[in-house]
């Protein structure tokens, strides 16, 4: 792959999504310059910023913005003082909805790995997850978060629709993928009750003929989940809806040991988008203790998508390397903690020298500075 010259589209947001932005900015500048490529960030508004600015959760300049877009990174949505307002017309995740909508967002694809450094860090037993290794493709613009809705004094409606069309596009990605992995897939769905359910397996099956190297289970949603937990390693890529996909992938977080370290791409059909699973964590916001790894794992996942697999490679080399020499931010290093800017600039460091890395905190940033 030659020199490439992109533009990146970066939707900080709200909270810690600015700070976790810096420092992927950051790697993907090293990247930028070790390679000799060239990356252009344009930032905008979206989610409760872009409301106080301008009363719209997604200005229509946001959004033409990212139609041109090579890529698009997003930091985090949310505010506290729109999530306890039920009565709130306009919410930061509206604009999140209308984002997935505009740009045919129609696959959302989470990679949940238990790193051997960090098995303390998950409250599940580290027999059980030890060598887990998963990919998650969640069907993003159908189902029942956008199917027609209905409220009256005493009842309410949700409908769930999906189409042929909709399964076999997100289907594909999904077998792709498993044939490059382990060759496994199983299709998450509650087909012993749900029509919907019943259509997607019909899909899937019919779909599973041309792909006769990949090994199709065929797991309800009930058991899928608590399989999960029992034996995360028997899975390697999971396919299923949206809902479902939402609640699964999350709850797939505990096994890596923090949503600091999961990032995620949303392929759509103009332009991709990628950004870490974890929320804005308002809490945090300004205080330097933010996890930027979900962040930089996701520009890894862009730079994937961009066709620079050496560079992606490099990028998760040089993450491996911070959590082994525990390069982390409070939630993963409590007694000894580096600061976000510190674990961005040392992940940065290592891209653009390699092992040569900056041993101590003080010089982390300084070590940076000379080069970029």
């Known amino acids: ?15 810690i999504g600015p700070e976790v932005c810096n420092e992927a900015i950051k790697v993907l500048e090293a990247v930028a310059e070790r390679f000799g490529h060239r990356f252009y960030f344009e930032k905008y508004l979206m989610g409760a910023c872009a ?19 090579d890529a698009i990174l997003l930091g985090a949505i949310g505010d506290p003082k ?22 045919g967002l129609y696959a959302n694809i989470r990679p949940v790995t238990a790193y051997d450094v960090l098995l303390d860090h998950s409250p599940l037993k580290n027999t059980r997850i030890a060598g887990a290794d998963m990919l998650i493709f969640r069907e993003l613009t159908g189902g029942i978060y956008f199917g027609e809705k209905g ?51 019909e899909v899937v099956q019919d779909m599973a003929q041309g792909y006769p190297d990949v090994a ?38 505990v096994i890596a040991g923090s949503l600091g370290l999961l ?58 390397n911070a959590l082994e020499k525990q390069v982390l931010t409070p939630e993963l290093n409590p007694t000894s903690p580096y600061s976000t800017e510190q674990v961005g600039s040392f992940i940065a460091y290592y891209v653009l020298e390699g092992a040569l890395v900056v041993p ?6 300084v070590g940076l500075s000379t080069i970029i």
């Not at 409301?51 to 877009?69: R, S």
């Not at 101590?360 to 940033?365: D, G, V």
């Open 360 to 365: 101590h905190k003080s010089n982390i940033e």
């Open 216 to 253: 199709v289970d065929y797991l309800f949603v009930d058991n899928a989940a608590m399989q999960l937990i029992l034996n995360p390693r028997a899975f390697d890529v999971i396919l299923t809806e949206n809902m479902f996909g939402d609640i699964l992938s999350d709850e797939a977080s």
């Open 82 to 103: 729109y999530d306890n307002n039920p009565a709130a017309k306009v919410r930061p995740e509206q604009g999140l909805l209308r984002l997935r909508k505009s740009l």
């Open 151 to 201: 409220r009256t004094a005493d009842s309410a409606y949700d409908n769930c629709t999906y189409s042929r069309l909709e399964i076999v596009r997100i289907a594909h990605l999904a077998f792709q993928s498993a044939a490059l992995r382990r060759q496994k897939l199983t299709l998450v769905d509650k087909a012993n009750v749900l029509e919907t359910s019943r259509l997607w397996r």
């Open 263 to 320: 990032p995620s791409a949303s392929v759509g059909n103009h332009v991709s988008l990628f950004e870490p699973i974890h929320g804005s964590y308002p809490q945090a916001k300004g205080k330097g203790i933010a996890n930027p790894i979900a962040a930089i794992l996701s520009a890894a996942m862009m730079l994937e998508h961009f066709n620079l697999q050496k560079e992606a490679d490099l990028v998760k080399e040089a993450v491996h």
């Open 51 to 69: 409301i106080d600015a301008t009363g719209n959760p997604l200005p229509e300049e946001t959004v033409d913005a990212c139609m041109e877009a």
């Open 1 to 15: 792959m030659g020199i490439l010259n992109k533009k990146i589209v970066v939707l900080p947001g709200d909270g």
